[in-house]
């Protein structure tokens, strides 16, 4: 009986606490960088594509919403041709992410893609790609690999030393 | 009183009840949202006061379905009912001085009367729909409704005793000195109790508890026909509230203000705390409902009958 009332004006002093809800389209809520949102995919510093066709993210993908072919430039850089994520099968899972060698796709902290028309929500390269590094400034795959490519030896990438020709070591 | 104000207070009681059942849809979904830190519906019209009307758009083109299983000329008129009742039983109380439909003598038993009436809505609702959650609920009802209406009946006959009259009018005028919720405090809780489960509104909605019998004797109604047992309902803890007013907190007497405002500003706070009722309490065990009536509640009101006949025929 008096636990009954008790309950009573507790939930009445209720009235004068501050309320939960956030207030959403007015108040935006405050989301951690580390968001799995809308995926991207970025470019190096120096403004080229950092994705380089290898089917990892596709590969993945537990629900197969990412569509990609492979192409190479005269110099040796392989890029996608096209690049296809469909985000009506997308479950924002972060695999694609875990997996690129290359920090080309990522997922970022926005959130608000609700369209009307569900062929809407295909997102093609021109779509996904972004002017900028995001999570990894500074980072070049080209640069650090010790891959030729156009413009750059074999040994000529950071922190590689010169190659070296094991014949010559013979006596 | 003329023809056209007689028509006048008809109409305008019967549509402010019914505006009042619909706003109080609104403030019991603001209320709780308050006493649970959350905000309700705020956003059609000013502080959402308009969600009601599209609620009501909304129910009113939503398809209304009649199982094939279902009793059907039963079916559909079992909702009719309850409305009807309760809003029957508006007729007789006194808002104003001069603001009441009819002028009855035995204005508490018309009242009790027609909350009875209410049951065989609910429990034809149950019977018609063919269904074992809405037989339960129904079966419930019944149970729970003719109960607490005894008591509901004993614990107003102490202010029937104190007023000497049946006549809402003169209860409220017997009251100029002293409200009789000072006199007829156990009168009251009891009343406020089976006001609750007459009404069937949580914490005793045992017969639409959504947890056990997914709604209980409204599980397959839809649309419109829905609608009218929320209406009821609402329409009902409206009733409840301005009978407690009436009977216990001197209807429309109170210093300042006009009389019609009184008794509103009355009503609506014991609205509000219905309301807070609902947001606090769980419901209790079917079993321990109609324990607690029969074995607690009605020696109670005999009790409370039994002692104020003693003082006024001791005073007398």
């Known amino acids: 009986m008096w636990s009954h009332v008790r309950t009573i004006a507790l939930v009445f002093l209720h009235m004068f606490r501050k309320r939960e809800t956030v207030l959403y389209p007015e108040v935006r809520p405050d989301i951690p960088p580390r968001w799995r949102g809308r995926i991207i995919l970025s470019r190096d510093p120096d403004g080229g594509e950092r994705c380089v066709a290898c089917y990892l993210c596709a590969a993945a993908c537990p629900v197969s919403c990412i569509t990609l072919q492979a192409a190479e430039d005269g110099q040796g850089r392989r890029y996608p041709a096209f690049f296809r994520i469909n985000f009506s099968r997308c479950i924002f899972c972060g695999f694609c992410e875990e997996a690129c060698p290359t920090y080309a796709i990522q997922l970022t902290p926005d959130f608000e893609m609700g369209e009307y028309d569900r062929q809407n929500l295909v997102y093609e390269k021109e779509d996904l790609l972004i002017s900028g590094p995001g999570k990894h400034p500074g980072y070049n795959f080209y640069r650090v690999a010790g891959l030729a490519v156009g413009g750059k030896g074999k040994g000529e990438a950071e922190g590689e030393a010169p190659p070296v020709d094991v014949k010559s070591l013979l006596p | ?316």
């Open chain 2, 1 to 316: 009183m003329g023809e056209l104000q007689i028509l006048t207070v008809i109409f305008g009681v019967a549509l402010a009840a019914l505006v009042v059942a619909a706003l109080n849809i609104w403030l019991e979904r603001r209320l709780l949202a308050l006493w649970q830190d959350r905000y309700g519906p705020n956003r059609v019209g000013p502080f959402g006061l308009l969600q009601v009307l599209a609620d009501m758009i909304k129910i009113i083109t939503k398809e209304d379905w009649v199982p094939p299983f279902a009793d059907r000329p039963v079916f559909v008129a079992a909702p009719g009912i309850v409305v009807v009742t309760v809003l029957t039983a508006y007729a007789v109380i006194p808002f104003a001085p001069g603001i009441e439909v009819v002028r009855l003598d035995t204005g508490v038993l018309f009242f009790l009367a027609m909350s009875s009436l209410g049951v065989y809505s609910v429990v034809l609702a149950g019977w018609a729909s063919d269904s074992k959650y809405a037989l339960i609920g129904g079966l419930r009802a019944v149970a729970q409704m003719l109960g607490y209406e005894v008591y509901m009946g004993l614990s107003v006959m102490g202010v029937v005793m104190l007023a000497g009259s049946f006549n809402l009018r003169e209860i409220v005028e017997a009251q100029k000195g002293l409200w009789f919720c000072f006199p007829q405090v156990l009168g009251l809780v009891i009343f406020v109790i089976a006001g609750v489960a007459e009404m069937h509104r949580l914490p005793f909605d045992l017969p639409e508890a959504e947890s056990e019998l997914v709604a209980g004797y409204h599980s397959e109604y839809s649309a419109m026909k829905f609608g009218m047992f929320f209406l009821g309902e609402y329409l009902g803890i409206t009733l409840i509230s301005a009978m407690i007013t009436t009977l216990f907190f001197g209807g429309w007497l109170g210093p300042w203000l006009p009389p019609l405002l009184w008794f509103a500003l009355k009503t609506f706070l014991i609205i509000v705390f219905f309301i807070l009722l609902r947001a606090s309490l769980p419901r209790p065990r079917y079993d321990q409902l109609m324990a607690w009536g029969w074995k607690l509640i009605l020696p109670l009101a005999l009790v409370n009958i039994l002692v104020t006949g003693g003082i006024l025929l001791a005073w007398r």
